[in-house]
């Protein structure tokens, strides 16, 4: 799952992508392996300028329109079912709601529309579980939202990063160390660690220069279970993942 950013408050700024590159920028993804790209128009960044829902869906509708008619596999990044509403308008696959179904008409919207969806663990909030136990729980607890609202094709995301002021990056390097244990729910599971915090606390590096970190740890990830990987570097990840393969098949 290749990711882009439009937008600009995003903590890689590395990562944003201006209306008039997102078609070949995505184009270029699928050419390097990619088999979906993921487009969010907000950053969700403990400190980053809080936009309103209406500009993240103008930011999005505007984005997708580039993409109409290409064939290529979307996902769309939004917890706002008003975002979602409108994305569904053009040529979507996938919903990754970050809420984890935190909002019934996001989660009938995703019901209705039959489209698959990436699931977050989310309490009171996207992120905010402190430890491996209660991200466990959470994720029972998204599961339980799925049955309810008759969502019935989705991924689960453990949710790492720092999206609460209160994360610490032990958390993140546990969820990392057992994400194996996540098979339990008998579902796909996503990684998405590219270039987040908890990979510059053990190297002192910032979004730019994480990406040899990202590779460090998606590895791990690939040998532990891992369905689908959400990066911002295509070509590095598919190298990765080939080698993996090759290796398992000897």
């Not at 599961?143 to 949710?159: K, N, W």
């Amino acid at each position: 799952m290749g990711i882009i950013n439009i937008s600009p408050e995003s903590f890689f700024s590395g990562s944003y992508v201006p209306d008039d590159q997102i078609r070949c920028t995505a184009e270029d993804m699928i050419t390097h392996g990619a088999d979906i790209i993921d487009i969010g128009a907000r950053s969700t960044a403990p400190g980053s300028r809080i936009i309103s829902v209406n500009e993240e869906k103008e930011r999005l509708t505007a984005a997708l329109k580039t993409l109409d008619g290409t064939g290529i596999t979307v996902s769309v990044d939004t917890m706002y079912p008003e975002v979602l509403e409108a994305a569904l308008t053009h040529d979507i696959h996938m919903a990754n709601d970050i809420s984890g179904l935190l909002n019934p008409e996001i989660a009938q919207l995703i019901a209705d529309a039959g489209i698959p969806a990436i699931l977050m663990t989310a309490n009171q909030t996207p992120g905010d579980c402190c430890n491996f136990e209660e991200t466990m729980k959470s994720l029972h607890t998204v599961t339980d939202r799925a049955m309810i609202a008759g969502v019935q094709s989705y991924i689960l995301d453990p949710g790492v990063g720092r999206w609460i002021p209160e994360r610490t990056p032990e958390a993140d390097f546990e969820i990392c160390r057992r994400f194996q244990e996540l098979s339990v729910f008998d579902r796909p599971l996503l990684a998405a660690i590219s270039r987040k915090t908890f990979l510059g606390s053990a190297t002192g590096k910032n979004p730019e220069d994480r990406l040899a970190a990202t590779l460090a740890v998606t590895a791990g990830l690939v040998l532990s279970g891992a369905a689908m990987i959400r990066t911002h570097d295509i070509p590095e990840t598919m190298d990765l993942i080939n080698v993996i393969t090759a290796l398992q098949a000897a």
